[in-house]
């Protein structure tokens, strides 16, 4: 195996560990918006995409690259969007009534 | 130094993650993160052309565009009720994304890799696209397009055990093969999988479903980034990994069930099952006599379900609980993890009707509550809020986590009908003599009962 897999290995196995310990204390209230965020993070693959649509040659090159670029992109831009929509809504009233 | 910066965008996404944690810095977090997804797209386009290869411009502007424009569409539009099919199809267009790159690879070398690199590629391709066709499946099932009620396979979990062997077989071959062809066959398998994989889990099994397929999509992502030899993926593919396998097993934990039990047993439709019904009376109620009880109140817990979802009803529950708070009527909402078609949901909704996230209880907060409540409303929440889950070691839903409503002093349940949950279980809470039925349809019972209490 190569230095550079072994060292992504390392890394997921790490980051993994973090997510663990950063999302287990998310409470029940965020779960939805957590979901959509984190969904939204997954769709980094965009950097996949615009390497495999960006630098491939001919036509069926072009077409997995697009089609990745533009599901990815949708992804990420409806994702954050929609995450940042909700959390607006999950303000505390002044004066904090019912 | 380029990978110095996609480093720093990992850690963007563990800090937003972790912002996520609190309601308070939820908004901030999220934000950090699309900054870091922001530095990546930026940085490996600088890298591109730093690089100094041929880059064919179009094809990656017209996607962002495109991709853009849809997500934007999406994501103003949706109603919060709709969010669980929402989440579920971005999620599949993620996982399809991912898969796509392994199979852009797979296009170029001709099938012919180191040997780590075709396990990841391999990975890549199957996981990505069970979750691009899993998710949609899924998203059928919340839009209504496909039955919520569980679909048998032939041969039950045995058919879907058969196709897993064969994409296993066939993902060796493709390891141990230098051709390209086997990758495409294993891409058509597992976009079957996800078909018959999720076709036969009832739809009030989804908010596992949901949480399992958000962390498939994260593991994609993550192969993807060992394809690629890319920090950036690898982080943020594991971080969303893990996420949703916390989910994943904390909403199995509170329907007391594993991972397999939902993913094979085909329990779980959408209701409609005739089942045993009880023909024990009931109390039927009035809106005008639940509008007295509550008045009289002075702690009212809301219990609500997926059937306030359904109904659209949560502005008018919100009302409600402002026009008896005008009367000194304290109330809470008591949540269930399940409660709703994903993780969370109940709690979205009501923050949209601008209910204080204080007053969202989960099952810890409330269960004590319970014996010094004077009404409980439920709405239409069913299984959750059965005794028998707690009594009856008979029952098919025993061990299962429940809220304690019928410690309450009087409990009023908002249903359509008596017709029993998708578990076709039979609650002995209905037939209490504190217990008052109000059968009707969720928004327009409470209408009616916040009419009625202006006249009390």
Redesign the interface.
Known sequence: MSPEFIEGIVVFVLASFIGFEVIAKVPPTLHTPLMSGANAISGITIVGAIIAGGTGNGAVAATLGFLAITFATINVVGGFLVTDRMLHMFKKKPGGKS | MIRLL?LA??VL??V???G?????T??R???L??V??LL??V???GD?IDLD?????W??I???V???A???M???K?E?TG?PE??AA??G??G???A??A???V??SGGSF?T??SIVVALSIAIGAITFTGSFVAYGKLKGFISGTPVAMPGGPWFNAALMAGGVALGTWAVASDAGAPYWFLAGLFLIIGVTGVLPIGGADMPVV??LL?SL??V???T????????????????????????TLQMGEAMNRTLANVLFSGFGGDGGTSGEMSDKPVNRATPDDVAIALAYAEKVMVVPGYGLAVAQAQHAVRDL?SAL?EKGV???YA?H?VAGR????M??LL??A???????L?LDQSNPKFPLTDVVLIIGANDVVNPSARDDAASPIYGMPILECDLARTVVVIKRSLSPGFAGIDNPLFYEDKTMMLFADGKSALEEITAALALV
Do not use: C
Request: net charge negative; hydrophobic share 55%; glycine share 14%.
């Open positions: 996609y965008a990992g996404f563990i937003g993650l972790k996520l944690g609190s309601p308070r939820a908004r977090g999220n934000q993160a699309s870091g997804m990546a797209a940085v490996v386009v591109l290869t041929k880059i064919t411009w094809v990656i017209v996607g962002i495109v991709g853009s849809i997500g934007v999406f994501a103003t949706v919060m969010m929402l989440v971005f999620n267009f993620g399809a994304s991912s796509l790159v199979a852009a690879a296009h170029e180191e780590e690199t949901m949480s958000n999509s994260g994609a992502a993550a993807a980034g060992f394809i690629i030899g890319n920090l950036a993926l690898i982080i943020g593919g594991a971080l969303v990994g893990a996420a949703g396998l916390i989910l609980a708070a304290v109330t809470e949540i993890p994903m993780p969370g949901h709690n979205v923050a949209e601008d209910v204080d996230y204080d007053v969202l989960d």
